[in-house]
């Protein structure tokens, strides 16, 4: 095992895909830290993350849902077959390819909940990533995820494993969801939910192992253990992390190895530090932020605002004189700017909070 993640044979500032993500999630499980992959819907929220990686020197995950997709490529285009989705998750993946070396540290590039009804979104990908393996020798994105969770298990595991087939020979990372993360994400309302349906069961998991592992190694489980999408107060959700603790035994006395399984943890933001503490122990090398940084980017803009509030009621005209051009202040650099310095702050947060920090 490598000492540092930058040991990693191939690993390089920029995306990496293939056997060089797969590896860097696999020091992560060993190493006992996870990676932060954040929602994003703009260019400037990219930047962010980026930045907040760079400033750190931490490997970092962006990724696009549907919705943040579709905004990317723009409100005004049509959606109706996910065609504004498709473009805006494709164009989305190029602009962090050409600008992330830049940073100077390992990103990679995920596609976030993708469930039935969107599987036209998730194919027009799956096509873009073909395009370019057979021009460069590797996907465009570095993982995808398919959330089949609504489904009854077993159609779910086997929607999974026919699109495992197609990504395998492209080696794309999967990411499948067991169990359904409750609350609100990106339009998808599961607030309503069974308490049944928020915790997944070692059988479960175990299904997911004996149907993809034949196919590749490279799939994560993000199993359901109490999670909920959004922020709640702290001790309003019951999750129950220990849970995938018992998941890994499960498998591991059936396959005679330790921790064989690799989670995600979605729902994280609110989340206590004790639950994620034991989520890491147990085998989470990935878990989703958006909630927390959707605030943390509003908050730079909203402080912005009451800061300078004297110098933003109109073109001419502020505190300092009534003929005093208002310009350098509404001009989108600075307020956007603002809103980016915020997020980095909250995306370093993460990252520490999931102990993916340099020693």
């Not at 395998?168 to 069974?194: H, K």
């Not at 004189?321 to 993460?350: F, L």
Request: hydrophobic share 40%; with cysteine.
């Amino acid at each position: 095992m490598p000492i540092d993640f930058w040991d990693i044979p191939g690993m390089k500032p920029g995306v990496i895909t293939g056997d060089v993500a797969w590896a860097l999630l696999d020091f992560a499980k060993a190493k006992g830290f996870a990676i932060p992959s954040f929602n994003c819907t703009t260019s400037s929220s990219c930047n962010a993350v980026l930045e907040a990686g760079a400033t750190i020197g931490r490997p970092v995950m962006i990724q696009f849902s549907e919705g943040g997709s579709a905004f990317f490529a723009g409100k005004a285009l049509p959606n109706g077959k996910k065609e504004a989705a498709i473009l805006g998750a494709v164009a989305g993946a190029h602009y962090v390819r050409n600008v992330s070396p830049a940073y100077g540290v390992p990103v990679l590039v995920h596609s976030d909940h993708c469930a039935k009804k969107l599987l036209p979104w998730f194919d027009g990908m799956l096509e873009a990533d073909e395009e370019y393996f057979k021009a460069y020798g590797e996907p465009l994105f570095s993982s995808h995820m398919l959330d089949l969770s609504e489904e009854p298990h077993d159609v779910n595991v086997d929607i999974c494993e026919r699109y495992f087939k197609r990504m395998a020979p492209m080696n794309l990372i999967l990411e499948m969801e067991i169990g359904i993360t409750g609350g609100v994400e990106d339009g998808v309302d599961n607030s309503g939910v069974s308490a049944d349906k928020l915790y997944s069961t070692p059988a479960d998991c175990w299904m997911v192992w004996e149907k993809l592992r034949p196919i590749s190694e490279k799939f994560t489980i993000a199993a359901a253990f109490g999670n909920v999408h959004g922020v709640y107060k702290a001790g309003n959700v019951k999750l129950q992390p220990e849970l995938l603790g018992n998941f890994q035994t499960f498998a591991g006395e059936k396959l005679g190895t330790a921790k064989p399984l690799f989670f995600v943890f979605h729902g994280g933001s609110g989340s206590e530090k004790e639950h994620i503490a034991t989520a890491l122990n147990n085998g989470v090398v990935k878990m989703n932020v958006d909630t927390d940084t959707q605030w943390a980017y509003w908050e730079g803009l909203l402080n912005f605002y009451k800061a300078k509030e004297g110098y933003l009621q109109g073109q001419i005209g502020n505190p300092d004189g009534p003929d005093k051009p208002n310009k350098s202040y509404y001009d989108p650099r600075k307020w956007v700017r603002e809103s980016e310095v915020s997020m980095v702050k909250r995306v370093k947060e993460s990252c520490a909070d999931l102990s993916n920090v340099n020693q």
